[in-house]
């Protein structure tokens, strides 16, 4: 089986699968949602809108700004994280084309 960096794998699907890794966890999913819906840099109150610890919290925002979908910028003692609009923009723009890509047919098929 080829590795992740084999030739055949174009770079965009490596940045698909590596930003739908960090989506694949619900809170990370709910995170994207409250920053998106927020449209504005959030600092603590993330927290107070998640049935999650700080410090679990803070390991999510840090998958999702490891692959961009979040930035964070310092304010004193704090971090305020929001929404990369054109992160989320690629994701929804490689999302569609794998699916583009894709021949579903909907005919019944003698499969499995």
Same mark, same amino acid.
Request: net charge negative; proline share 4%.
């Given at each position: 089986? +080829?590795?992740?960096?084999?030739?055949?794998?174009?770079?965009?699907?490596?940045?698909?699968?590596?930003?739908?890794?960090?989506?694949?966890? +619900?809170?990370?999913?709910? $995170?994207?949602?409250?920053?998106?819906?927020?449209?504005?840099?959030?600092?603590?109150? $993330?927290?107070?809108?998640?049935?999650?610890?700080? =410090?679990?919290? =803070?390991?999510?925002?840090?998958?999702?700004?490891?692959?961009?979908?979040?930035?964070?910028?310092?304010?004193?003692? =704090?971090?305020?994280?929001? $929404?990369?609009?054109?992160?989320?923009?690629?994701?929804?723009?490689?999302?569609?084309?794998?699916?583009?890509?894709?021949?579903? =047919?909907?005919?019944?098929?003698?499969?499995?």
């Amino acid at each position: 089986m +080829p590795s992740a960096t084999h030739p055949n794998f174009t770079e965009t699907d490596r940045r698909l699968a590596q930003t739908l890794k960090a989506l694949a966890h +619900p809170a990370r999913l709910a $995170i994207v949602r409250l920053l998106a819906d927020r449209d504005e840099c959030v600092c603590g109150e $993330i927290v107070d809108d998640l049935p999650l610890a700080q =410090s679990t919290v =803070s390991q999510h925002l840090k998958a999702l700004k490891e692959v961009g979908l979040v930035q964070g910028t310092v304010e004193g003692r =704090s971090t305020c994280y929001c $929404i990369a609009p054109e992160a989320l923009a690629a994701l929804k723009t490689d999302v569609d084309g794998l699916f583009d890509g894709l021949s579903l =047919s909907t005919t019944d098929q003698n499969c499995c």
